[in-house]
Nanobody, 125 residues
């Protein structure tokens, strides 16, 4: 079992920046890819970014490419999402997720075995 806890959400003005963190505990000896998803009210949970266990490969949705950066520090069992040039449409609850499968990148929620509780990001215009 892997437990994931997100932090770093909050309220920011459009054009601003936030960094989200997700720390894993439990069976952290397992190698797994990590991802960020987000869900706005009334919408389905959507893929944002993912990173391989090694950290060498990343993949982004078109809506955040060039503005967001995913990274990880395996020594700290933590994955980050640096969000720059935030827009009101980035407002959502952001979730981190872990996948122990070998296929990568995985963009659908059903393939991720472990999820955090989410952290709210609100971007004001």
């Amino acid at each position: 079992q892997v437990e994931l806890v997100e932090s770093g959400g909050g309220l920011v003005q459009a054009g601003g920046s936030l960094t989200l963190s997700c720390t894993a505990s439990g069976r952290t000896s397992i190698t797994y890819a990590m991802a960020w998803f987000r869900q706005a009210p009334g919408n389905e949970r959507e893929f944002v970014a993912t990173i391989r266990w090694s950290g060498r490969s990343t993949y982004y949705s078109d809506s955040v490419k060039g503005r967001f950066t995913i990274s990880r520090d395996n020594a700290k069992n933590t994955v980050y999402l640096q969000m720059n040039s935030l827009k009101p449409e980035d407002t959502a609850v952001y979730y981190c997720a872990a996948d122990v499968g070998v296929t990568w990148p995985v963009l659908t929620t059903d393939r991720y075995e472990y999820w955090g509780q989410g952290t709210q990001v609100t971007v004001s215009s």
